[in-house]
């Protein structure tokens, strides 16, 4: 059983990498369009990194809570619990939040003609990326949470 625990580890590490990683870039890649020519393969390229990041979100769930069921004292440990439920929170914020501000900006791509990038988009943008800022900082707790694992 430990042996199976040990590769869920390695996985569950594996999977915070490839999942996480991409995510923490994700606002800076539309940064540097100046065009929407340049901006619609900025938000293309997100899309394309956003498959990772839910496949190893995915991943790190599955094998989070597998690992709990190995080892159930991880379910009365604080940094696990905590973890947990920020991790749920930010799980939620996809097709919540994310989804709510990231429509207008879709629509925006697809409908918007010329080159210039209108300034509606500065504006739809910061609030996009302020939620994306604020998950990121939820994430970032629960890798302090994982590395220091607090009692």
Not at 13 to 36: D, Q, V
Not at 118 to 132: G, I, Q, T
Request: positive net charge.
């Amino acid at each position: 059983m430990e042996q199976l625990y040990s590769i869920l580890v390695f996985i569950h590490i594996f999977s915070a990498i490839m999942g996480m990683g991409p995510g923490f870039f994700l606002t800076t890649i539309p940064k540097s369009a100046s065009t929407m020519t340049e901006l619609r393969h900025a938000y293309a390229i997100r899309h394309k990194l956003h498959i990772f990041v839910m496949i190893g979100g995915t991943l790190l769930l599955i094998t989070g809570l597998a690992m709990g069921a190995i080892h159930p004292y991880l379910f009365r440990m604080p940094w696990y619990i905590i973890s947990l439920s920020l991790y749920l929170i930010a799980l939620a914020m996809g097709p919540t939040a994310l989804k709510w501000y990231a429509r207008p900006i879709k629509q925006l791509l697809v409908n918007h003609k010329g080159e210039e990038i209108p300034k509606e988009y500065d504006r739809l943008s910061k609030s996009l990326f302020l939620v994306e800022y604020f998950e990121n900082t939820i994430f970032i707790i629960i890798i302090i949470l994982m590395i220091w694992k607090p009692v």
